[in-house]
Structures are given as structure tokens and as C-alpha cells.
């Protein structure tokens, strides 16, 4: 019993003195100015967006109330003055007569991009099917790509393709009394070939990302490849596929230099695509590039087309959002 209590104390004071030559830890925080000064540069950025998008919301407001509270004296020296019912309470679109009716404008923008997703969708998503679940990887590493650099081509040129090829394409169809030098047909066809690649790489993408097992437990049970990818696949991708297909239309409604070049420059109010019309950023592109003096009407409601526009991509924006959050699968 002695030698065992004296082999115990033994042990005891062993410990004791181990842990007493042991340096005791440091765990205060360490300064790193390197990455500090990351963390400092990665706020900046994301400081810098929002603080460009709230001066951009402030500077469209600013200058779009000025429509509403100024006072214009025509030549004759009689006073007009804009109230916001004006923007509504007529179809005309004629800022030089004081008519400022913006359902001309709004109904060409929404008549393109309506016309342009009749051409990128279903397009879009067929090349991100074929690609994501029938092209072999060697098709696939070289068909990507290059739909990838047709998204890179610059809009003016897709511009001039509209106006020198589509639209003598459609007047050979449709006959040239039908379809006008401008007009809004082309100007759609060609945007959607445009926006196709978009809606194909975000596409394919999304059902990329939806895990294989899912597609292995569909054959297994004897499903075709068709069968697994509309009724497995597409339904499991679908909140990836109604994202892509939102930005395509904010794209659309977005999109200038086709609408300036091949819709024409004309203020109608009509559902007739082969006529010529201006879209709201044509009307911007065309106003803005003459001489125009502070604080008139033609100046402000550049301003206020603008700041409409503003508000159909941030409605469009959080409706992708919800849409996104709603069906998203999250898989383990």
C-alpha cells in the first residue's frame, strides 16, 4: 500500500511539473494589416454599388420631379404646366406639343421584348437541354463557347444586322407595303438572337446543377432520357430556369442600340410590329444626343422615361428573386 500511494504521489508531482514547463497559450487576437486592408478594399466595393445605386434612384427622381413642378412657356408666351395624370390620360407622346402620354413608348418596349422571348426562350432553354443532357462533353466544350461570344458582340452591330438583313427578310416574306424600313418585328428578332445566349448558358447551368443520383434513380426505374428530363430534371432546375428567363426580359426591356437603329424614331401608339414606333431607350438614345437645354420638357422626361425604366427592372429583379427563393431545392 506505501509503495503504491508513494508511486501515485509520484505521478502527481511528475504532472505538476510537466504542466508548470509548459508555455502557457496565447489566444489574443493577432493583428494582420494585410488582411485588413482586404477586408477595408472589399467593403469599399460593395459600399460603391449601393452607394451608385441610391445616387443613381436619387439623381432619376430629382430630375423627373422637375417635369411635374416646372412651368414651360411655348412660343406664344402661354404657360403649361405637366401633372403626373398627364402620363396617362392620353396616348400621345409629343414632349415639343406638351403631350406626354407614355403609353406610345411603353407599349413598343413591352411589344419587342415580348417578341424577343418568343425567339430567346424556347430557343434558349432547348440549347440548354440539348447541352446539359444529350451533347456529348466535346460537343459541349465547343457548342458553350460559342454561344458564349455571340453574347459578346457588340449591340450596335446586332443593330445594323437588324436593319440590313431581318428587315429586307421580312419584307421579302411579307412584302415591302407591310413591313416598314424601321420597325419593331426586326428590331425583336434580332434582340432575342441576342439575348439567346444568355438564357442558354444560365439555363444550362441550372440543370447542370441538379445532382446526377437524381437522373441515375430515373433510370433505374426505367424512365427514356426524355421522360428523366422534363419530368425530373426540368422540374428540379426550374427556380435557375425562371431566373434566366426575368434577366432576359429585364435585358430586353433594357436594351438600346437595336431599338435606336431598327425600330425607328417615331412616336405610335400601336400593337402592329411591322410598323416603326420608338421604345423607351430609343426615345432616350435619340433625344439625348441633340442640343438640349436645362430644365425643358424634352430634357425631363428623359429623366422620367428613365426612372420608369428603373422601376420595371427592379420589379422584374425582386419577382426573380421570390421566384428563386420559392422553388429553389437545396440538395445534400
Not at 430557343?123 to 459578346?152: D, F, H, M, N, Q
Not at 413591313?179 to 445566349?197: D, R
Not at 422626361?301 to 429583379?317: D, E, H, P, R, Y
Request: with cysteine.
Amino acid at each position: 500500500m506505501e509503495n503504491k500511494a508513494m508511486m501515485v504521489n509520484e505521478r502527481v508531482r511528475l504532472v505538476a511539473h510537466t504542466h508548470d514547463d509548459t508555455p502557457s497559450l496565447n489566444l489574443t487576437k493577432r493583428r494582420r494589416p494585410g488582411e485588413t486592408l482586404i477586408q477595408g478594399f472589399l467593403f469599399l466595393c460593395g459600399f460603391m454599388t449601393i452607394f451608385t445605386t441610391i445616387a443613381i434612384v436619387i439623381v432619376l427622381g430629382r430630375e423627373s420631379l422637375l417635369l411635374v413642378t416646372s412651368n414651360y412657356v411655348d412660343e406664344g408666351g402661354a404657360i403649361h404646366t405637366i401633372g403626373v395624370l398627364d402620363f396617362v390620360s392620353t396616348t400621345r407622346w409629343q414632349p415639343h406639343r406638351y403631350e406626354v402620354g407614355i403609353a406610345p413608348l411603353a407599349t413598343a418596349t413591352l411589344l419587342s421584348s415580348a417578341i424577343a422571348m418568343l425567339v430567346a426562350l424556347p430557343l434558349g432553354l432547348g440549347s440548354a437541354i440539348y447541352l446539359s443532357e444529350y451533347a456529348s462533353s466535346r460537343v459541349r466544350a465547343t457548342v458553350k463557347p460559342i454561344l458564349e461570344v455571340l453574347a459578346g458582340v457588340p449591340t450596335v452591330v446586332y443593330g445594323f444586322f437588324a436593319l440590313q438583313f431581318m428587315t429586307p427578310l421580312l419584307q421579302s416574306l411579307l412584302g415591302r407595303d407591310v413591313v416598314e424600313i424601321f420597325n419593331v418585328a426586326s428590331a425583336g428578332l434580332v434582340m432575342g438572337i441576342m439575348i439567346l445566349p444568355l438564357v442558354a448558358s444560365m439555363s444550362e447551368d441550372a440543370l447542370s446543377a441538379v445532382p446526377r443520383s437524381l437522373r441515375e434513380a430515373s433510370y433505374g426505374l426505367g424512365s427514356t432520357r426524355l421522360e428523366t428530363t422534363v419530368r425530373v430534371v426540368l422540374p428540379a432546375a426550374v427556380s435557375g430556369i425562371a431566373a434566366a428567363f426575368i434577366i432576359a426580359i429585364s435585358r430586353a426591356i433594357g436594351e438600346t442600340m437595336i431599338m435606336a437603329i431598327a425600330a425607328g424614331a417615331r412616336s405610335n401608339f400601336t400593337l402592329n410590329p411591322f410598323e416603326s414606333a420608338w421604345t423607351m431607350t430609343g426615345y432616350i438614345a435619340s433625344i439625348s444626343g441633340g442640343d438640349l437645354a436645362y430644365d425643358t420638357l424634352d430634357y425631363n422626361s428623359i429623366f422620367v422615361v428613365g426612372l420608369l425604366l428603373f422601376l420595371m427592372t427592379l420589379v422584374l429583379n425582386i419577382l426573380s428573386r421570390s421566384i428563386v427563393a420559392r422553388f429553389r431545392e437545396v440538395y445534400e
